[in-house]
T-cell receptor, first 115, second 111 residues
Framework: NAGVMQNPRHLVRRRGQEARLRCSPMKGHSHVYWYRQLPEEGLKFMVYLQKENIIDESGMPKERFSAEFPKEGPSILRIQQVVRGDSAAYFC?????????????FGAGTRLSVL | TQLLEQSPQFLSIQEGENLTVYCNSSSVFSSLQWYRQEPGEGPVLLVTVVTGGEVKKLKRLTFQFGDARKDSSLHITAAQPGDTGLYLCADIGSNDYKLSFGAGTTVTVRA
């Protein structure tokens, strides 16, 4: 029974390149959340998606960042024209439903390093 | 904007000792969660507390929620090297999905 799968685990990009982070939720989960963790900071909410719909993107920078969760396939967090400040660990979580009774299960994260 | 403060930032103890870490909020928690995150991994939920004054036990871990629902503590008895990790507190928030995390306490248990 696989948990939340994220790939790649580590990603190195040069400034100006694009980064694509993938997240496959747990089986039966249709709600996906992306969080970013900067060194010595807590995880910060970025975006919440439910199959083909963006529910809340209030934590995502308005420029260069986008997220999708298509009907088929994994959720993708896309960062265009990366800058050094984008270097962080990006975590995806999934849940079966929405609300307090629905636990968010986290993946192992993607560590993005921008050179 | 809710602020969650965790203390201490770092804690290093010998195997067998006890430890306590704290989480304080600038506003009342909607629903407080504690997580442990090991190096290179994602956070794993340990417990959820909702009611003021609530105490929950999970083997050697004891979680307390303040009466005013603005503070919480995690106490570990007879710590083991396997308890090493980053302990995070989080609030689910009024919208029931947007987790707000503290910066965490890094716990190291030396054998």
């Amino acid at each position: 029974n696989a948990g939340v799968m994220q790939n790649p685990r580590h990603l190195v990009r040069r400034r100006g390149q694009e980064a694509r982070l993938r997240c496959s939720p747990m089986k039966g989960h249709s709600h996906v959340y992306w969080y970013r963790q900067l060194p010595e900071e807590g995880l910060k909410f970025m975006v919440y998606l439910q199959k083909e719909n963006i529910i809340d993107e209030s934590g995502m920078p308005k420029e260069r960042f986008s997220a999708e969760f298509p009907k088929e396939g994994p959720s993708i967090l896309r960062i265009q024209q990366v800058v050094r400040g984008d270097s962080a660990a990006y975590f995806c979580a999934s849940s079966r439903g929405r609300g307090r009774g629905n636990i968010q299960y986290f993946g192992a994260g993607t560590r993005l390093s921008v050179l | 904007t809710q602020l969650l403060e965790q203390s201490p930032q770092f804690l290093s103890i010998q195997e067998g000792e006890n430890l306590t870490v704290y989480c304080n909020s600038s506003s009342v928690f909607s629903s407080l969660q504690w997580y442990r995150q090991e190096p290179g991994e994602g956070p794993v939920l340990l417990v959820t507390v909702v009611t003021g004054g609530e105490v929950k036990k999970l083997k050697r871990l004891t979680f307390q929620f303040g009466d005013a629902r603005k503070d919480s503590s995690l106490h570990i008895t007879a710590a083991q090297p396997g308890d090493t990790g980053l302990y995070l507190c989080a609030d689910i928030g009024s919208n029931d999905y947007k987790l707000s995390f503290g910066a965490g306490t890094t716990v190291t248990v030396r054998a």
